[in-house]
């Protein structure tokens, strides 16, 4: 949740640690308010739309739906992974639900969900009408996103995967093989998944921490 809170807060670029940039930004987030980026193309899976990659205005009010969504789980008890507790998932609801209150026809009442906090969530979007910057920007797979850790073909996976030992990850490879298919990424992100409960970066891929020793 505090990616959220820094986003409202703050603004700006919030990009995860095992980010790399393709390309300047400038174009990019010229005169937007919000912009998110699609994992997967289907916005039917959890993590079609991640929060490694955020940037925004200061003040936007779509923050504070991500946050009140996040309270809303914790008090009805809600029990799952990271990701779907106070990350992707929360992240792709809010979108669905913002743009079904801002009349856009694509979307459905699925982005609300049994439970949800209805008169909470009301409060922020009356008052979000008051924000002058009402988009909040999807940009499509390819853009932000151009490496999946859900699904990518064998070839690439094998040189971009660093999350696991058995992988053979080369990262200037992988920035290789992945602009051959998407040559307007701006960024690309590894997922090396260094906060999960299988623990750190180091002990899921000792070999890459051993490297890191010999050239200290």
Known sequence: MARFLYMYTYGGVYVDLDFRALRPFDTLIQNKCVILGTMESDLHRDDAIPNAIMASVPGHPFWLLCVR???????????GTETNFSGSLVLKEAYQ???RIHNDPEFEDGSITPGDNLEGRKTILDSSELFPCQQVQLEPKGVLYPYSWVWEPKEIKQVCDFSKESASPDEDLCMKKVLERYPDAYSITFWTHSWSAKGSLCEKRPSLCKDAAKVQ
């Open 97 to 99: 639900l913002w743009q």
């Open 69 to 79: 969504k996040v309270i809303d789980r914790h008090f009805l008890g809600f029990r």
